[in-house]
């Protein structure tokens, strides 16, 4: 399913309504794309096309896992994907204009004329954007046997020297708080 065929979904020849399409995506389909923050992917795409004369609505929903670097110790942390995006292709005589021209990311125009959609770079979008931006285990599980003890005890000990620091900047400053009240005398 790694071609490009599989992810073209021949329109014209669909009947108004609604059509469903079902894609599974792993880390072979990511390669085209550059390499990614994750891996070991296992992805499950429903896509749910409803057809009208002038415009499509596609609703993508995203289920699955994948493998990431917790940004807290750096070991693997396993995350559920789950979300849901809402795509509306309208057709269009100047789609490139249009495209140009809109500001909403969730509405994209193709011409008349065409007689494909094309939904890998979507899906490719979406599963992304599925992944969480800050990775980490949940505050109940950190220490857990997944965390890495020694990157947890050095960042324990870095928030005590940066605490240490900080009480002793500020006892530098202390003492000349009584030469700012002779001043003003």
């Known amino acids: 399913m790694n071609n490009r065929r599989a992810y073209e979904i021949a329109f014209v020849g669909l009947k108004p309504g609604i059509h469903h399409f079902e894609y599974e995506v792993d880390d072979k389909f990511f390669k085209q794309y550059g390499e990614q923050d994750f891996s070991n992917c296992k992805a499950k795409i429903k896509l749910e096309l409803e057809k009208s004369n002038s415009f499509m609505m596609l609703k993508f929903d995203v289920d699955g896992a994948a493998d990431v670097n917790c940004d807290r110790c750096g070991n693997d942390l396993q995350i559920q994907l789950w979300d849901e995006f809402r795509i509306t292709i309208k057709l269009v005589d100047e789609p490139e204009v249009l495209n140009e021209q809109e500001e909403d990311p969730d509405v994209y125009y193709i ?75």
């Open 111 to 185: 011409s008349k004329t065409e007689s494909h959609i094309y939904v890998a770079d979507w899906i490719y979008e979406f599963v992304t954007l599925s992944i969480p931006m800050q990775k980490m285990c949940a505050e109940d599980e950190i220490g857990g046997p997944q965390c890495n003890k020694d990157v947890l005890a050095k960042l324990q000990q870095m928030q005590k020297d940066a605490t240490q620091e900080q009480q002793q900047s500020n006892n530098v400053w202390k003492g000349l708080e009584k030469f700012k009240n002779l001043e003003e005398e």
